[in-house]
């Protein structure tokens, strides 16, 4: 049951091929905390372009698309969506439409361009860098997936959706289990603490991001997780090459 629930985590978050079916997805939406599981085989595959003998722009402009090809593009969607709804004026409904509108707002054009120099700059800084970067984006992702656990046993859904069948599954072991499974993560740099301030700032973005969902949209969403796992990736590897750098 523990691996079908690693499966249908794998089906939702990622683009491998791994066959998604109900009995995955039931036994993922049972045990949201199996997302943190993700980071790690992410973590490792959005890595190779940084691992190559080519010149930073590119191995910069290669971990852009490498993520963009394992991950896909719903949680980036999730972020566009929620970009919008902050910069709505209005109630907690005025900012749910907004979020559900199709049309693509300024905010969230100024958002993905923001995400995608991010990811770019990071992976320019940490093109060749050898086995500590595997270490970094490894704790990074899962850092992210994390926040998103963080999210789903904390918050309750705002609305029918994926926010509802995850969040309604958790239960006080949850948020353990999440962190239980991503303290690995945590030492793959010792004895830096670069791995460890990636991981953590996964969860603290986790928690900002629902505090900021409930009290803004009544609720999360679908659409908070996505973001939840976007800019809680690239605040961890963000906050781990500063580390790197500084420390």
């Known amino acids: 049951m523990v691996l079908r629930a690693i499966r249908g985590a794998i089906g939702f978050l990622t683009t491998l091929p791994v066959g998604q079916t109900g009995e ?6 049972d045990r949201p905390a199996s997302m943190v599981t993700v980071g790690y085989v992410l973590g490792v595959l959005i890595t190779i372009p940084l691992l ?4 930073g722009p590119i191995s910069g402009f290669g971990f852009v698309l490498a993520i963009g ?3 896909g593009i719903n949680n980036i969607d ?18 749910r439409k907004a979020m559900k509108d199709s049309d693509v707002g300024v905010a969230a054009v100024l958002t993905l361009g ?3 120099v991010g990811l770019f700059a990071v992976g320019m800084t940490l093109a060749g860098g050898g086995v ?3 270490a970094l984006v490894v704790a990074a992702e899962v850092g992210a997936k994390l926040g998103m656990v963080v999210v789903v046993a904390r918050g309750s859904a705002s609305h029918t959706g994926l926010g509802s069948a995850l969040s309604s599954s958790t239960d006080e072991y949850t948020a353990p289990l999440g962190l239980l499974l991503a303290t690995p993560a945590v030492f793959l740099s010792v004895p830096h603490p670069a791995a460890g301030l990636a991981v953590l700032t996964g969860l603290l973005t986790g ?3 629902e505090r900021w969902a ?8 679908g659409d908070v997780l996505g973001a939840t796992n976007e800019l809680a990736r690239l605040a961890g590897l963000l906050m781990g090459v500063i580390a790197w750098t500084l420390l």
């Open 24 to 29: 995955a997805w039931d036994a993922f939406a």
């Open 52 to 55: 190559l003998p080519l010149p």
């Open 69 to 71: 090809i394992f991950t």
């Open 78 to 95: 999730g972020l566009l969506d929620v970009a919008d709804g902050v910069a709505t004026h209005g109630d907690a409904d005025d900012a």
């Open 114 to 116: 923001l995400l995608l």
């Open 132 to 134: 500590r970067v595997i």
């Open 207 to 209: 928690l900002a991001v």
């Open 214 to 221: 409930s009290e803004r949209l009544g609720g999360i969403s």
